[in-house]
């Protein structure tokens, strides 16, 4: 096993975080990474915005038979004051009401789906029924200067949560592979 360091003398760590620095993509655009994600439906959504040097592939509904998994939040966050965007605030004072609620309405989705693909109803439509909080899984594809992009905007404080995770996994399987890039790019 050889170390980065070992390999990339100290002028060319001097360039890579030259070129970071200065907007100067296209070397960082060589470094490929794949990652095979599962994640809630809303959180892909959030993320799939992200186009420029990555490639999607999400497993689709309409050719899987296995009952659909669904996420729950631990704890239902309120609205921040004065936010339009969404709730990252502290824990709504009707979290577990609302678990309930939630969890009840999922099961009523799931049965309705199960119903309708009893009934032979085309998958493709069937899927429909189902809520937003149901797992989906994707082959995402990028180079190290997108995989940047997507870390930078969805690490920050103001992320929403649930995708902020997504983003942290990505980060934190990066940055050992290429340190002293991954370093510069998320100055």
Same mark, same amino acid.
């Given at each position: 096993?050889w170390?980065?360091e070992?390999?990339? @003398?100290?002028?060319?760590?001097? &360039? ?7 907007? *100067?993509?296209?070397?960082?655009? *060589?470094c490929?990474a ?18 420029i040097?990555l ?9 899987v038979d296995?009952?659909?998994e ?7 966050r309120?609205r921040p ?6 709730g990252?605030?502290?824990a ?6 609302i678990a309930? &609620?939630?969890?009840?309405r999922?099961q009523?989705?799931?049965? &309705?789906?199960?119903?309708l ?5 085309a ?19 990028? @180079? ?8 930078? &905007?969805?690490l920050d404080t103001?992320?929403?949560e ?18 002293? @890039? ?6």
């Amino acid at each position: 096993c050889w170390n980065i360091e070992d390999r990339l @003398s100290e002028k060319d760590q001097k &360039l890579i975080k030259y070129l970071a620095k200065h907007n *100067h993509w296209t070397p960082f655009g *060589h470094c490929f990474a794949t990652f095979r994600v599962k994640a809630p439906i809303f959180v892909a959504r959030q993320l799939v915005k992200h186009q420029i040097g990555l490639c999607w592939n999400e497993v689709s509904r309409r050719y899987v038979d296995e009952e659909p998994e669904f996420w729950f939040p631990e704890v239902w966050r309120e609205r921040p004051e004065g936010s339009i965007k969404q709730g990252s605030g502290q824990a709504h004072y009707a979290s577990m009401h609302i678990a309930r &609620l939630i969890e009840r309405r999922t099961q009523e989705s799931l049965n &309705l789906y199960q119903s309708l693909i009893d009934d032979r109803v085309a998958p493709e439509q069937a899927r429909m029924v189902l809520p937003l909080n149901t797992m989906t899984e994707w082959i995402w594809s990028g @180079s190290l200067a997108a995989w940047a992009r997507v870390c930078k &905007l969805r690490l920050d404080t103001h992320a929403q949560e649930e995708t902020r995770l997504v983003a942290e996994m990505f980060a934190n399987e990066l940055e050992p592979i290429f340190p002293v @890039s991954w370093a510069a790019l998320m100055a």
